[in-house]
């Protein structure tokens, strides 16, 4: 083939190749992210990015405003809200600026009144430093148990910036006691001369009462570990306690006509005042959001005094036949102080934002010691077994313990302002 055929050749080659890279595609369904395409003058688009759909920023709006402290994005201001105090990498809290919260609650204890420990030594040593010779003394031997009681408690809480927190709080008992229950001191009064040996129940408690009322300023700062916070707490308190007791007495004489005298029956209040004052420690952590544990610890010291006013009936048989009756007026008054500590562990749950299921413990231990102690009985016939006979020397050389064990549960709401 010669040269100027294979040069024409080659040409119409070329010719109709061109001619098939001008010819139209063919028609295809267009995808479904190419059927929305901008337009040109489109509000959305914005110039210099054809093809980018975007929605034009409100003035004021966090989400388009600069963010600061982005190492990605330097000269940013961020505006997340920063977590407050986290426990967990989940917990947040709320941090209103005032808070009032009012708890309601009932609890269940044991307790260890002191007026029947106090009892158990005093009545022996006033027995022993009782004139006259045809006295019998009193020893003990049955030391008063501990009573299960049911108390009521109701609280009123200021918290400001969750830090500074102002409590008003009372705290009730009033619970009756069976003479079947082991609320007594007992005795054995030797014989000698004059009396045949005797046993007999001394002093037992029928009703225990107590009103306090507490008006309580704790303070909690924030520590290294997140959700803990620790603090102070300084409290004025006043206390009333009042103890429904009767006084028993037996004696029987060995001379002729024989004489049998005891007491019995009658209820004698004994109504105590109090007031102090309570400084100490508190700590509190805040597991979750819904969950956290408080602790107070607290070390108290009250002054107050008593008055004891009862009438009581003494029974006289003489010669195992003849029965009398007669009153008897017992009279005491004292001055009184209590020093002690007292503890309490809560659990505090959070439902809903706003109520509260508080469940604690609370662990109270304290002596009262006697200042001034003066009390007599009115007697128609001779050996009755008194508590007190003029000055109570066994009552103000001898210190009484008291206590309490209860757990407790509190049900409250939040209200934040």
């Not at 830090?163 to 008992?173: A, K, P």
């Not at 006043?238 to 429904?244: G, R, S």
């Not at 210190?399 to 939040?414: P, T, V």
Request: aromatic share 10%; with cysteine.
């Amino acid at each position: 083939m010669s040269l100027n055929k294979i040069t024409l050749l080659l040409l119409c080659l070329v010719t109709f190749a061109a001619g098939l890279r001008a010819q139209p595609a063919e028609k295809k369904d267009t995808p479904v992210d190419q059927k929305d395409q901008p337009k040109p003058g489109d509000p959305k688009i914005e110039p210099g990015k054809p093809g980018e759909q975007t929605t034009p920023p409100k003035p004021g709006d966090p989400k388009t405003g600069p963010k600061a402290g982005d190492p990605k994005n330097p000269g940013k201001t961020d505006t997340a809200v920063a977590n407050p105090n986290p426990a967990s990498p989940s917990y947040s809290r709320r941090t209103e600026k005032s808070r009032i919260r009012f708890l309601l609650g009932p609890g269940y204890g044991k307790l260890e009144a002191p007026i029947l420990s106090e009892s158990t030594n005093s009545w022996f040593i006033n027995s022993l430093l009782r004139t006259g010779a045809n006295q019998q003394i009193a020893v003990p031997y049955e030391a008063p148990s501990k009573l299960t009681y049911v108390s009521t408690a109701v609280s009123l809480e200021y918290a400001f910036v969750d830090r500074l927190f102002l409590e008003l709080s009372w705290f009730h008992i009033n619970q009756k006691f069976s003479r079947n229950q082991p609320g007594k001191s007992s005795y054995i009064a030797p014989g000698n001369g004059a009396y045949y040996p005797s046993l007999f129940e001394g002093l037992r408690l029928l009703r225990y009462r107590e009103d306090r009322k507490t008006a309580e300023l704790m303070y909690l700062h924030p520590v290294w570990k997140p959700g803990l916070k620790l603090g102070v707490l300084a409290a004025s308190e006043k206390k009333f306690e009042k103890n429904v007791i009767s006084m028993g007495s037996y004696s029987s004489s060995r001379t002729s006509p024989e004489t049998t005298i005891w007491s019995e029956g009658g209820s004698i209040p004994a109504e105590i005042y109090f007031s102090g004052s309570a400084f100490g420690l508190a700590a509190r952590y805040q597991i979750f959001e819904w969950f956290g544990m408080l602790y107070k610890g607290r070390s108290f010291s009250r002054e107050g005094r008593m008055n004891l006013v009862g009438l009581q009936i003494q029974d006289t048989v003489v010669g195992g036949g003849t029965t009398g009756l007669s009153p008897l007026l017992p009279v005491h008054y004292a001055t009184v102080k209590e020093k002690g500590t007292r503890h309490n562990l809560e659990g505090i749950f959070k439902l809903y934002c706003r109520y509260n299921v508080v469940v604690g413990v609370m662990k109270e231990d304290y002596k009262r010691k006697y200042g001034v102690y003066l009390g007599d009985t009115n007697l128609t016939t001779s050996n009755l077994q008194k508590k007190t006979e003029g000055l109570g020397l066994g009552e103000i050389s001898s210190s009484a313990k008291g206590s309490k064990l209860e757990i407790y549960l509190r049900f409250g709401a939040d209200f934040f302002l």
